[in-house]
């Protein structure tokens, strides 16, 4: 009886023993990165046994609320974070966060394929979602209302075009506001007199919109080689963030995005290398 009860015993204990949990890791914020994110997740899940990498989109804002209150390991951001979200983020985890730049893209002006319009200057996309340029005649186009699509106040793009382009000053209230950059895309496919703005990668039944610095400048696309060189007007990094310097299986996932078959991706889902 004794041999039988221990045998019976060390079945309960091998059943009480809990199973060796799979390693997860949570990414949320910028929608401009969603698809990037997804590629690479699906690429390194592909590769780590064991490892879920979990992505969520809702925007660069919503990504950094969600690493303030402790519900993601990596926010993805298409934008810096400001100083009072570093300062939120002390204030709970008594860390000032750590920035990894992950990508590069080109911020992309969109306009539909009939569009006759082939470049603006930074002076006149401010000034037509600034709502002071209202017909696509005064910027050499046809004579039609401009249809303006932005995108919602939480977006990192939002932010980054309000502060490059716009310099800070207010969108205009007929500017339609749309939850991502797909949707953003499809707005200007459709529409003939619409212009929008986002992520290169996104670019699909639409046409980049050549941009200039200055009217007096030459005006170019959003190539690699003129993100590189500093002749497109308003490129940028997107970034990862994390609470504290990168340990474990997080710091695994980032030298991997950051390494050769990371960017490698990048480079096939339509953004840019950060090297």
């Given at each position: 009886?004794?041999?039988?009860?221990?045998?019976?015993?060390?079945?309960?204990?091998?059943?009480?023993?809990?199973?060796?949990?799979?390693?997860?890791?949570?990414?949320?914020?910028?929608?401009?990165?969603?698809?990037?994110?997804?590629?690479?997740?699906?690429?390194?899940?592909?590769?780590?046994?064991?490892?879920?990498?979990?992505?969520?989109?809702?925007?660069?804002?919503?990504?950094i609320s969600a690493l303030i209150n402790g519900s993601?390991?990596?926010?993805?951001?298409?934008?810096?974070?400001?100083?009072?979200?570093?300062?939120?983020?002390?204030?709970?985890?008594?860390?000032?966060?750590?920035?990894?730049?992950?990508?590069?893209?080109?911020?992309?002006?969109?306009?539909?394929?009939?569009?006759?319009?082939?470049?603006?200057?930074?002076?006149?996309?401010?000034?037509?979602?600034?709502?002071?340029?209202?017909?696509?005649?005064?910027?050499?186009?046809?004579?039609?209302?401009?249809?303006?699509?932005?995108?919602?106040?939480?977006?990192?793009?939002?932010?980054?075009?309000?502060?490059?382009?716009?310099?800070?000053?207010?969108?205009?209230?007929?500017?339609?506001?749309?939850?991502?950059?797909?949707?953003?895309?499809?707005?200007?496919?459709?529409?003939?007199?619409?212009?929008?703005?986002?992520?290169?990668?996104?670019?699909?039944?639409?046409?980049?919109?050549?941009?200039?610095?200055?009217?007096?400048?030459?005006?170019?696309?959003?190539?690699?080689?003129?993100?590189?060189?500093?002749?497109?007007?308003?490129?940028?990094?997107?970034?990862?963030?994390?609470?504290?310097?990168?340990?474990?299986?997080?710091?695994q996932y980032v030298d991997w995005v950051t390494g050769?078959?990371?960017?490698?991706?990048?480079?096939?889902?339509?953004?840019?290398?950060?090297?």
């Open positions: 009886m004794s041999a039988r009860r221990n045998i019976i015993e060390t079945g309960l204990l091998a059943l009480s023993l809990p199973l060796q949990a799979a390693t997860t890791i949570t990414i949320k914020g910028s929608d401009t990165m969603v698809i990037l994110n997804q590629r690479w997740a699906e690429s390194y899940m592909a590769k780590k046994a064991g490892i879920t990498v979990q992505v969520t989109g809702g925007g660069s804002g919503t990504g993601t390991d990596i926010c993805a951001a298409s934008r810096p974070m400001k100083q009072e979200e570093k300062l939120k983020l002390r204030e709970r985890f008594n860390t000032m966060g750590w920035e990894i730049p992950v990508a590069r893209d080109g911020l992309s002006v969109y306009l539909n394929e009939s569009n006759p319009v082939r470049e603006l200057s930074l002076r006149q996309l401010s000034d037509i979602y600034r709502g002071r340029i209202s017909n696509w005649k005064d910027v050499g186009g046809d004579d039609a209302k401009i249809i303006l699509y932005s995108r919602e106040n939480n977006s990192g793009t939002y932010v980054y075009f309000k502060d490059e382009v716009l310099k800070g000053k207010d969108f205009s209230p007929f500017a339609q506001s749309l939850p991502g950059t797909a949707a953003v895309v499809n707005a200007v496919a459709k529409d003939k007199k619409g212009i929008g703005y986002g992520g290169a990668a996104y670019a699909k039944g639409i046409k980049f919109c050549s941009v200039k610095k200055s009217d007096k400048d030459a005006a170019y696309e959003p190539s690699m080689e003129n993100i590189k060189s500093g002749k497109y007007a308003i490129s940028r990094h997107l970034y990862f963030y994390v609470r504290n310097k990168p340990a474990g299986a997080v710091k050769p078959e990371g960017q490698e991706v990048v480079d096939k889902v339509g953004y840019f290398p950060i090297r």
